[in-house]
């Protein structure tokens, strides 16, 4: 398929009672009457960025996996976010991939948060991940994983890089320019999701939600506002810019440390 629809959905959060937030993350996943393809949740949209996840951690395929899967499969869309996972003794901030079919891929996010303790708090990812949807190629991602542009570095895996974020507001401006930096240098789109609202570490949210383009032109956007952004992207636009300027071709190799 050459056409991605893709619903981001930027919204305040309820603190730690996931019960409320998937209510409310129903509704608004309802209201798009099945008109997308890539349905985008902030990062912990359960919980909020809470230090504690003892308190609200959820087993693999608890009651908002289960969530997921349902309305994937009532919408026809792929859902994705993060929430807190226990697993094996361990705690992770774990994106979930969920396709209609009722098929899961995670992604623990890599770089967790220092200045709020959240490399004290949950267990840091070591692999990356692409999945394949609709004909597209796609690379999710978390939050603080924005800032590392190795870790980010397309070898020419991806067509899209997602972040879904808690964000604060006192960095609002670079959460934009790295979003753009993201896809420029990648030759890809970037979308972001953040939250929006104060959550009870006292931290202020205004969204700067937003799908840009490989260009660096922004498609869509909204700050301060309760609002599910809609688009539709095209892979040809994207394969024909890159036979234009296929400057990836001349890219430098990495190794991470695992």
Sequence with gaps: ????????????????????????????????????????LPEMFSTGFTMEPGHVAEDPGGPTTTWMQELAHETGAAITGSLDIKENGAYFNRLLWVEPSGHIQHYNKRHLFGMTGEDKAYQAGKDRLIVEWKGWRICPMICYDLRFPVWCRNDDAYDLLLFVANWPEPRRQHWQQLLRSRAIENLAFVAGVNRLGKDE?????????????????????????????????????LISWRAR??????????????
Excluded at 206 to 235: F, K, N, P
Excluded at 245 to 258: E, K, S
């Design 245 to 258: 300027f296929p400057f990836l071709d001349d890219r430098d190799a990495f190794t991470l440390d695992p």
């Design 201 to 237: 570490n006292g931290l202020v949210y205004v969204g700067d939600t937003a799908l840009i383009d490989y260009r660096g032109e922004t498609l869509v956007s909204s700050a301060h506002a309760e609002t599910t952004l809609q688009a539709t992207i095209q892979l040809d636009d």
């Design 1 to 40: 398929m050459n056409s991605l629809r893709i619903a981001l959905l930027q919204s305040s959060l309820y603190w730690e009672d996931a019960r409320m937030n998937r209510q409310m993350f129903a509704w608004k996943i309802r209201d798009l009457g099945g008109e997308a393809d890539l349905i985008v």
